[in-house]
């Protein structure tokens, strides 16, 4: 049963940094693009993040400097350390593929306090 079981959420203050991770049971991850996303409230979820097999990362520009994804084909974890954070960034963070084909995990609650 493929599943995604994000974690690292939490409250931190506005410049603090949070880093998630995401642990995905999926055959043959090392080959799949990844990414994260987020959604808050009455929102349609967004894309944050991806990363191809090959390493290469790409991101949507609301957190391009501030956020960097990485992968570990090892232990099919994908992760998400993100630095300067801002109340914007208040989300509920999920990992999928990129585009987005595997049932959604919980998510990890991001809380960021001005």
């Known amino acids: 049963q493929v599943m995604l079981v994000e974690s690292g959420g939490g409250l931190v203050q506005a410049g603090g940094s949070l880093n998630l991770s995401c642990s995905a049971s999926i055959s043959g991850f090392r080959f799949h693009t990844m990414g994260w996303y987020r959604q808050t409230p009455g929102n349609q979820r967004q894309f944050v993040a991806r990363i191809l097999n090959n390493g290469f990362a790409e991101y949507a520009d609301f957190v391009k400097g501030r956020f960097t994804i990485s992968r570990d084909n090892s232990k099919n974890v994908v992760s998400l350390q993100m630095n300067m954070l801002q109340p914007d960034d208040s989300a509920v963070y999920y990992c999928?593929?990129?585009?987005?084909?595997?049932?959604w995990g919980q998510g990890t609650q991001v809380t960021v306090s001005s």
């Open positions: 999928n593929e990129v585009p987005a084909e595997i049932m």
